[in-house]
């Protein structure tokens, strides 16, 4: 296996675009991660794309022949291009499918991307189109959504571990906070402790500043082998992991809904590949869809024990300067979460750390990031470590 | 790269299947294979599946975790399961990603598999969701669905080349004559050339008959490292292609739209992997979605010249016995067209040829099978070449 670099990225503007559709989103994000890696289309070997729903979304399917048509990279040069799909899994699945091209020396330039347009149709289809990614005969055809889902998680980690309501408010504070200094964020502004708790209940215990919203976006990284990253650029990033796990589709299959065995396993995974443990992890982008979901993932990811990460959120040890920075993109809740954008986009911001180009957002002298990305109510978890020495 | 073999093949029964439900039909094909190649469910190290659209047609994205789930895969074992879209080429890719991830070292047994249910709605919405295949906003926006597409390639071929209905009508003929003797097909009842004329018209030239059904099924193969193919089973089948390629989404950015460039250069790029000419492939399952996607699939293969594949299968070439059998499996058309399915169905079929298996459909002698998956009106294809010697 050869080692992998990331030589280009880009990020568009995530938040309600209507003024775009899927293939103006996708194609800016394209020629912006080649234009960043100063890579020429000829170059360019394959091009894997995450996406959930183009489908229910805006009726669209075939999207992988669809970008390298509109990237001009169909008619003469006929790149092959690939959509992946593990709902809001798919962009992390996307990068990962890039890797192994690229690591097993089938392929050398690829694209890996992601993107959803998900507001071309009323928020309620969106909500059913999204429970396509929940267990359709014994959860969706119930009524059950998301929230409804991850409400029932959050009540039994309550119930287990004492987490509070404000403990899971000052996931979003922290991720409002973080997102107000990134200029692709959905939402800019931050929010208190009160706000959280004052805003319409959505599912018991989760207000709606609890969950994560409606998002057109789409992000790209350019893959190289790390034989050649220079070439291309004077700060490629080092894939050190890829990792994939599956677990149930409906949660009552499982053992004990409060850790998504999916994430414990592909977390493991990762660190094994990487022989490193949470203790090297700089900062992680993990996948808070709900507020509730980002405090699970830090315990099911070994930074915290199981059933203190409300409490070690609450301290402040998640936030930019703590023991671990978590989403400093501002992650799914202030970020937004295209869903199959979000994988890609987790793997842009820890690059843009790992380059030392964050801004006001950046943690001081991080090296090595980790980025964790969740289908559906964790069937499916998908990781990686990326670092900045080889 | 490794060599790569299938060492187990399996197809459900397909047709209108109401009684079964997409996790049963994905469940029989898995499990039949994996009891074809003697393999247990420890040793599997991914899966892949092919499926164009879950989402439409029976609300249910996610569908890679939802079978490791069901196949009892992700409870203890967290196998990673994958879906790849590329419209009616799903399954082609779901093939070519396992053979990648074989052949790349870094899985060994990986099973690779197709699946679609269509008919759990109503046809006129089968029809408004195999749209999403073409380009919704050039396309499909203006209400074309395949079956116009494919007219409108079939009337081009008719005025430049002369092809006539009776030629197209020829390849259902002889497409249902394959099928009868196929144990799984959705028809198996002989047609005329008279009764595809008489049949109600479609899209003017295609009549009904010379359009592939509506289909429930699915189909799965286990891919193994060749080195170690014999440990499971007495006839091994060796990989000695994979390729895709892009195209233009919508038919009118096309230069000539009875030649399907992506067909051509995929063909191409087969062809040079394993070092072969259309001259040594003994048979060839094709995409033949329309009679007259059948008619330029020979011709964008090689296996005739542009312009003459309407009368080279009205003078028998293509049926069994003939110079080149096409669609010894029934093809799309008799066998059915279940999307995701029928790029693993396809290489099903050459499998059990390969092995001598194919009772009544048997071609003489067959060694070097060929497998064409085209997704939507061409801006996807997907090549694999198979043999019985390494």
């Known amino acids: 296996m050869r080692d ?12 309600e675009n209507w003024d775009v559709s899927l293939r103006d989103i996708i194609t800016e994000a394209g020629v912006g991660a080649l234009e960043d890696a100063r890579v020429t289309g000829e170059e360019i070997d394959a091009i894997i794309v995450g996406n959930m729903s183009g489908g229910q979304f805006i009726e669209q399917e075939h999207i992988g022949a669809l970008i390298a048509d509109y990237a001009g ?21 996307a990068l990962r499918q890039g890797i192994h091209a690229v690591a097993s020396g089938l392929e050398d330039i690829v694209v890996a991307a992601g993107v959803e ?34 409400a029932m998680i959050a009540k039994l980690h309550m119930h287990k571990y004492g987490t509070t309501s404000e403990q899971l408010a000052q996931v979003a504070v922290k991720n409002h906070a973080n997102g107000a200094h990134n200029p692709i964020a959905q939402y800019r502004n931050k929010i208190s402790v009160e706000d959280v708790l004052r805003s319409i209940m959505v599912a018991d215990p989760l207000h709606i ?22 070439k291309y650029t004077d700060t490629p990033i080092y894939v050190k992991a ?5 677990d149930t589709l409906a949660l009552h299959d499982r053992k004990d809904i409060t850790t998504l065995a999916a ?9 094994k590949m990487a022989k490193l443990t949470p203790k090297d992890i700089d900062l992680v982008e993990v996948h808070d869809c709900f507020t509730i979901a980002e405090i699970c993932a830090i315990e099911d990811l070994g930074f915290v024990k199981k059933g203190e990460g409300g409490k070690f959120t609450e301290e402040g040890n998640t936030a930019i300067g703590g023991k671990i920075p978590v989403n400093t993109s501002g992650g799914l809740k202030a970020c937004g979460h295209p869903v199959g954008a979000t994988g890609i986009k987790q793997a842009v911001e820890i690059v843009e750390q790992l380059r030392g180009d964050a801004g006001k957002r950046q943690v001081d002298g991080a090296e090595i990031g980790m980025t964790h990305n969740v289908g559906g109510s964790g069937a499916t978890a998908v990781v990686h470590i990326l670092s900045r020495d080889r």
């Open 4 to 15: 992998v670099a990331i030589i280009g990225v880009k990020t568009t503007k995530f938040g």
């Open 73 to 93: 990279l169909a008619k003469e040069l006929h790149v092959p291009a690939t959509r992946v799909e593990a709902a809001c899994a798919s962009g992390g699945l």
């Open 117 to 150: 347009k998900m507001t071309d149709i009323s928020s309620t289809s969106a909500s059913t189109a999204l429970a396509a990614a929940a267990d359709r005969e014994w959860e969706g055809i119930m009524g059950a959504t998301f929230p409804g889902l991850y």
């Open 209 to 230: 500043f609890d969950c994560s919203p409606i998002t057109d976006g789409a992000a790209a990284v350019i893959l190289a082998p790390a034989d050649i990253a220079h």
């Open 242 to 246: 890829t990792s994939q796990a599956s």
């Open 263 to 271: 994430s414990v396993e592909a977390g493991k995974r990762a660190f």
